[in-house]
RNA sequence: UGAGGGAUAGUUUAACGGCAGAACAACGGACUCUGACUCCGUGAGUCGUGGUUCGAAUCCACGUCCCUCAGCCA
């Protein structure tokens, strides 16, 4: 009942594979692999990613590979690996002990270049990165040869061995792939393979002074673990023929490269250099606030890896650049949450109630199930009623609407699971806003049904004055005010929604008293909620991880 | 404007020469001690123009529009 699943759909991708299995191209081997860089924060992004390598390898009985893309150690840190590790866990793809590293295959790589070197395929180049630039050419103009291209081999195996050894300053020498200067793949213009880099890497140290680039390292790191389709973003399309390049040059084991377009979704940014700010300038609290659409951001917010998985079969995969609408990564929890939470009673915006015909003093407790969406569980608590109760301030209106049917004057609603009340009175302020209602209940209607069998308009929740617990509730809206953050503005942060986050005072029903972090409820009629990490002992904090569809309002 | 990719309901996708189907969204209805869930129903699509074919979203030609590439980032 917590497993919603909904039934993968083919996809170009799929079709590959399977008329790879049908040819023996790699002797019916699947075996795909997830490479994040260490230099920021998962996201829904990735876990697409993540979902359609490690789906991939489970359904066709493969195997999934972690492999940290390390070859820039300017910008990669432990931490990140850490976090990495943490949330492709939780997303529920397992490696099963094959965690790699790029920076595994230094040496092997080193030994590859030589080779390289050593059949004329590569050099040492002694242009200025400004002048290799100039050298490319364009778009439309063929770029020219470097002066070094045609080095002897004994110099340029010299020049590599004293790169490594760390004799050059940075940026003085590169090795280069000599191909062709005047190809129209830009990529395959002599390709920087080594640059040099005095910088400690956070898993080598410092044992190296050169760095290969990720055109260099990524096909081969792919061969050497014998990844079979190897995934990866639409701008790499042009990359494909390099990767090519290199293994057939090297005449190692053969992989293929296959892309596919990366998640846009509405209401977010996905491009790293963007999330940073938003992290880095303030307009989040950290990559873990539960605006933000990082894993851990949906995680805080109480998205589940059900939710997200329902969600990433459900946008399919295409080569189609497209724009996902943030209504079905909502639905795709709510399939998830409605399935697994257990409904208690919270009120977001509380109007007190008092009974007048209900005796003061006098209390009892109604035992409810958690579960009326799941009869194959049978828990139950008991909630306790008095004389006073709050309710949700938008469950009342003095003078209602067409159609509305919920509380009024003279009008008769149940209280979920307790009694049929009236409305007999309104109590304002000075200021001429409702701080109180009067009621009258039918103390035949016990348990919320009436023995003459009359129908009410409208069920409410509620919890009693004298037993609710306070608590904090965080409401959220998406962090930008239009679907498309970049649409009009110069810059995306003018489209921040200023009303991302609402912070409200709760009173919720005194079960949730136990309730720790990561708990998840759905407060019936309000939506799905999550105990947050915030929460100490004596103040509880949730936040609202989605609302339930409203058809009234 | 060199090269590489892409275009199917409002959105995301399926169909691989043979009935254009699904999910989400929208709308209507049934049910209901959650205006939820569930169920039923409605509207809505092959970028354009030609061609091949008994038959084209699919193959071919010519267009149009969108994305990517000129880092010692990935």
Not at 83 to 108: P, T
Not at 151 to 159: S, Y
Not at 398 to 411: D, H, M, Q, T
Not at 477 to 488: D, T
């Amino acid at each position: 009942m917590t497993e919603t699943t909904t039934p993968t759909s083919s996809n170009f991708i799929r079709t590959i594979i399977d008329e790879d299995n049908e040819t023996g191209k790699y002797d019916r081997r699947v075996h795909t692999r997830f490479p994040p860089e260490p230099n920021g924060y998962l996201h829904i992004g990735h876990a697409k990613s993540i979902n359609l390598n490690y789906g991939l390898a489970r359904d066709y009985g493969g195997l999934f590979n972690l492999r940290f893309d390390d070859t820039n150690p300017e910008k990669e840190e432990q931490e990140y690996i850490d976090a990495i590790m943490e949330d492709v866990r939780w997303l529920g793809a397992e490696w099963d002990g094959r965690l790699y590293h790029a920076s595994d295959y230094f040496e092997q790589l080193y030994q590859w270049a030589e080779q390289l070197i050593n059949d004329g395929k590569a050099y040492v180049d002694d242009l200025s990165a400004d002048e290799i630039r100039e050298h490319r050419g364009t778009l439309t103009e063929p770029g020219r040869n470097s002066p070094w291209r045609e080095r002897p081999v004994a110099e340029n195996l010299d020049l590599f061995r004293r790169m490594r050894a760390g004799e050059f300053a940075e940026g003085s020498r590169v090795l280069r792939a000599k191909i062709d200067m005047a190809s129209s793949f830009i990529v395959l213009r002599d390709p920087v393979m080594y640059r040099i880099l005095h910088a400690p890497h956070p898993r080598t140290g410092n044992a190296w002074h050169i760095y290969p680039t990720y055109d260099w390292a990524h096909g081969q790191s792919d061969s050497i673990e014998g990844i079979t389709h190897s995934i990866c973003t639409l701008e790499f399309e042009n990359n494909r023929r390099l990767y090519d390049w290199f293994q057939e040059a090297l005449g190692i084991r053969r992989s293929q490269q296959i892309e596919f377009a990366r998640l846009n979704l509405t209401y977010t940014v996905m491009s790293k250099r963007k999330l940073i700010r938003l992290v880095k300038e303030g307009h989040v609290n950290g990559w873990d606030d539960p605006r933000m659409w990082t894993i851990r951001g949906l995680r805080r917010r109480g998205y589940t890896p059900e939710g997200i998985r329902n969600f990433t079969d459900m946008i399919g995969v295409s080569k189609a650049n497209s724009l996902v609408d943030m209504a079905l990564l909502e639905h795709a929890v709510r399939e998830d949450l409605n399935a697994r939470t257990p409904r208690v009673m919270g009120v977001v915006e509380p109007l007190k109630v008092v009974i007048e015909n209900y005796p003061k003093g006098q209390e009892e407790a109604f035992e409810v199930p958690y579960y009326k969406q799941d009869k194959s569980r049978t828990e139950s608590r008991p909630i306790p009623f008095s004389r006073e109760v709050y309710i949700e301030r938008d469950d009342f209106m003095e003078e209602p609407a067409k159609g509305y049917n919920r509380l009024a004057p003279e009008v008769e609603v149940r209280l979920m699971n307790a009694y049929y009340i009236v409305c007999t009175g309104v109590v304002k302020d000075a200021a001429g806003r409702i701080v109180e209602l009067r009621a009258v209940y039918d103390p035949a209607s016990r348990g919320g049904q009436s023995p003459d069998n009359r129908k009410v308009k409208g069920t409410i929740h509620w919890v009693s004055a004298e037993h609710a617990i306070p608590a904090e509730v965080r409401l959220y809206e998406p962090l930008f005010a239009k679907a498309n953050p970049e649409e009009g503005v110069d810059d995306f942060v003018e489209n921040l929604n200023p009303d991302s986050l609402r912070v409200v005072d709760a009173l919720v029903e005194p079960s949730l008293a136990t309730a720790v972090p990561g708990d998840k409820f759905q407060f019936v009629r309000e939506g799905y909620f999550c105990v947050d990490p915030d929460t100490e002992p004596g103040r509880l904090v949730f936040n609202r991880t989605v609302g339930l569809k409203d058809t009234w309002r």
